[in-house]
């Protein structure tokens, strides 16, 4: 096969007195004729772009309102209050003390505080829906705020989320960080909600639902529900892949 012109060009000043091999020749023809060019790598889109992997605080430490996601406006939020408390453990039973744990949820029409958060439900402006606590010498953390709503992910299946809180627990490192999510007993939307459902052992999808629990509440004010995690072991609370 006759070589281009520009190959040609290439081999001449390469090689003027032909005195490469055959396999140089190949190298040389296979080298780029001209510097590498930059191209600009978009960043990927933020992971989970409408649930979050979770809020971000800064360095800042956790303050007295941080726990209670319906005093950290001005204004009162809309929706059913409820407290949410348990006792973080390890596979003993064994309290983990000082344990930071997040939450973060839709408010009670179903949607996030987030700008990518598209579902045309109302926003609240008092209610951001994060929050975060220390556990205690016990184990024990707790969370005030309101029931999120469901809300649908579209698509022609019309797939909804059943009411659910999402849960960031760091262990002893940032590296050991376990993410999962908390669900509401007797939610009609249990039963199809894809990511429940796409937790294939039934116990652990069990172990995702809370307690009702009357005595959590707060008097008058709000309904209380428990939901104790497990951080290893084979009774572990399940999470999320990838966090």
């Known amino acids: 096969m006759a070589l281009s012109e520009p190959a040609q060009e290439r081999i001449r000043r390469t090689d003027p007195d ?6 140089a020749r190949a190298a040389a023809l296979r080298a780029p004729l001209r ?4 191209v600009p790598v978009p960043l990927p889109p933020p992971p989970d772009t409408v649930e979050l992997t979770g809020p971000v605080f800064g360095a800042a430490d956790v303050g007295p309102l941080d726990h209670d ?24 039973g064994r309290p983990v ?36 606590c220390l556990t205690d010498d016990d184990g024990r953390y ?15 299946q019309d797939h909804w989320r059943a009411a659910h809180l999402h849960f960031s627990l760091f262990g002893t490192a ?7 999510q908390m669900y509401f007993p ?18 652990a999808r069990s172990r995702l639902v809370c307690a009702f629990d009357p005595a959590a509440g707060e008097p008058g004010r709000s309904l209380g529900y428990r939901w104790d995690i497990v951080l290893d072991g084979p009774s572990a609370t399940w999470a999320e892949e990838g966090r």
């Open 18 to 23: 032909d005195a490469l091999s055959p396999a």
């Open 35 to 38: 510097p590498a060019v930059r």
């Open 69 to 92: 996601l319906t005093r950290q406006h001005r204004g009162e939020p809309i929706g059913e209050r409820i407290t949410v408390g348990g006792r973080v453990t390890d596979r003993r």
């Open 97 to 132: 003390r000082g344990q930071l744990v997040e939450v973060w949820q839709a408010n009670a029409a179903g949607r996030y505080a987030h700008p990518l958060d598209r579902h045309p439900a109302p926003l609240d402006p008092n209610f951001t829906g994060a929050g975060r």
């Open 142 to 156: 707790r969370f005030v705020t309101v029931r999120p709503g469901a809300y649908p992910l579209g698509g022609p």
């Open 174 to 180: 940032f590296t050991q960080r376990l993410v999962t």
């Open 186 to 203: 007797g939610d009609p939307l249990l039963p199809a909600d894809i990511i429940r459902c796409g937790v294939r052992d039934a116990a």
